[in-house]
């Protein structure tokens, strides 16, 4: 019979027991692939798959349930800062409320920079989006979009840069057809949705449509049916008149800003995008415009979640989320994500999380500027590797940010991390064939699959999730987890552990190369680690060191 095998690197073998005789998991458990686990066969477990045991649940998560009940029940947590550079955040949320971070040397709304970091009132963080008048960006251009902006301005663009123009515009090109298809549909929805419901609201006083006498309706009136039945329709689907009215925004503002070379996108914030010096502008207000940027709201859910599981709180109530909003609909700006990454480090981040990135970058020297120097400060980066498929080993360049030099492909610190996507089938699917890989350039793979986390739409307060956002937001858990019951690891050894105790899976995946056909690959050659994190084994280890340091 064709098995799975859940293996641990070899190095690890060697501490299969600690003097408390806690075991790690290790390659002695053996599961039959027959005995895999379907979304259905979880369905009592999908909310919270991604913190299960492969050993105990066989679903292969993060095994956090398991260390919280086997080697956290005694031992103490300190709080841990994880910044979230991305979309703002709904910091007022039931579930996200209690772990947000407060600046203690800030205070609130006096208009004064107290702690003298260069941020008035900075709460809770900062939002580089917006202005000192609280006027936010939500739609702001793509990468590829500043580039073409930049010649057509006559900007002059470095030649490594300038190389990449016809590439930016082939994606422009692709992305300005899809945007105007996407446009006609979004037009029929809207024509549709607002036809079905003055067609019904006619009907009842006050305009009011009552779902209960729709049945009634229909059998005296049948050339109502079709009307109906899309009203259910849009009820099952939470269509609203809000979902609509934000669908055709998206659409709209699509080709306005986000592609229109002619637009400029930092009029808000009324600073020079190409000078990095120039850094007076922003805003505390770090929960702007949540129902229609949502990203972050669910990247802060993941990092925080107990995932419903009580046995979690005294661990997840250590976690403090530190909200650094640079993102809008587009894509981010190189020097707000600098800017982000400085804030982090100097105000007390143990750990960053950047569930985003791009495949242009105009300055990826301030990015790696910054990158460098949260490293002196002990900082932590954990990156999502992206959502194109691709072997970011053959374009390495072409995912942004990243840790390696331009020249020689070297890296520039030992405190980055980029994370790839698996999911809790144990066959062919278990990476899903979206999340880019590659040995080289993506470290380790993490639960990323319908991740149960918080959300901030109108009609919702929390969704399921999917892709490596959402694993490298299981990651910077992780991280932050080790971390907080192991104050004294450097950031560079929170990344080695969690690289070194992964469970690999020895098991063929399906992936597309670069000409999109379809091939088979080993898990273990997908990433550096090879394998999917696991906090359990990490935090055996790191007891392990900080014993033998002691010593």
């Known amino acids: 019979m064709k098995t799975i095998t859940a293996i641990i690197l070899f190095a690890l073998l060697t501490l299969s027991c600690t003097s408390n005789n806690t075991k790690i998991i290790n390659s002695s458990h053996t599961i039959a692939l027959s005995s895999k686990k379907s979304k259905a066969g979880i369905k009592n477990q999908l909310k919270s798959w991604a913190i299960r045991d ?58 004064i920079d107290d702690d003298q970091n260069g941020y008035i009132d900075d709460i809770h963080g900062w939002n580089f ?51 105007e298809e996407n446009l006609l549909g979004v037009k029929k929805m809207d024509s549709f949705y607002y036809s079905t419901k003055n067609t019904l609201s006619s009907l009842f006083l006050d305009k009011i449509i009552i779902d209960s006498k729709l049945d009634s309706l229909s059998l005296s ?55 990095l ?29 107990t995932f419903e ?34 804030y982090a480090a100097d105000n007390g981040a143990d750990i960053i999380n950047i569930s985003s990135g791009k495949y242009f970058s105009l300055h990826e020297d301030w990015v790696h500027d910054a990158i460098k120097y949260a490293a002196s400060k002990d900082v932590l980066i954990v990156g ?17 940010p990243n840790d390696n030099s331009p020249v020689g492909h070297t890296e520039i610190s030992n405190n980055f991390m980029r994370i ?35 959300t901030s739409t109108k009609n919702e307060e929390y969704a399921y999730g999917s892709g490596t956002s959402e694993a490298a937001a299981i990651v910077s858990k992780s991280a932050a987890i080790l971390k907080s019951y192991y104050p004294k690891l450097k950031a560079h050894e929170v990344k080695d552990i969690l690289l070194q105790t992964g469970v690999q899976y020895n098991i ?19 990433s550096k680690s090879g394998s999917v994190v696991n906090i359990y084994n990490a935090l055996v280890l790191a007891e392990t060191m900080t014993k033998n340091s002691s010593n």
């Open 221 to 275: 009136n049948p050339e109502l049916k079709e009307a109906i039945e899309l009203h259910r329709t849009y009820l099952d689907e939470n269509v609203d008149d809000s979902y609509v009215n934000n669908k055709m925004l998206m659409a709209k503002e699509r080709i306005d800003i986000q592609l229109n070379l002619d637009y400029n996108d930092r009029a808000i914030i009324g600073d020079d995008a190409n000078n």
């Open 508 to 526: 063929e995946v399906s992936m597309k190369d670069s000409l999109d056909n379809s091939i088979s690959i080993p898990f273990n050659k997908l």
């Open 277 to 305: 010096n120039d850094r007076d502008y922003g805003n505390n207000n770090v929960s702007h415009n949540t129902e229609i940027l949502t990203h972050g709201t669910k990247m802060a859910g993941v990092i925080v979640s």
């Open 54 to 111: 492969i050993q105990k649940d066989t679903i292969p998560g993060i095994s956090l349930l398991r260390a919280a009940e086997e080697l956290l029940t005694d031992k103490k947590g300190t709080d841990v800062i994880v910044a979230v550079i991305d979309m703002p955040i709904k910091i007022d949320h039931k579930a996200l409320k209690n772990n947000i971070w407060t600046n203690t040397n800030e205070i609130a709304d006096n208009h």
């Open 309 to 342: 599981e009580k046995s979690l709180h005294n661990v997840m109530k250590h976690i403090k989320i530190m909200p650094l909003p640079i993102s809008g609909l587009g894509g981010e700006n190189d020097k707000d994500m600098a800017l982000a990454i400085r």
């Open 129 to 179: 989006m917006g202005n000192s008048k609280n006027e936010n960006i939500i739609f702001m251009h793509y990468e590829y979009t500043r580039f073409l902006a930049a010649e057509k301005r006559g900007i002059p663009l470095k030649p490594e840069l300038a190389s990449q123009l016809p590439r930016a515009q082939k994606v422009y090109n692709d992305r300005m057809q899809y945007a």
């Open 384 to 400: 999502s590797s992206g959502n194109l498929g691709i072997n970011l080993d053959a374009e390495p360049k072409y995912r942004y």
């Open 420 to 454: 790839g996507t698996s999911n809790y089938v144990l066959d062919s699917t278990f990476v899903h064939p979206a999340t880019n890989y590659g040995k080289t350039e993506v470290d380790i793979f993490a639960p990323g699959e319908e991740i149960y986390t918080t």
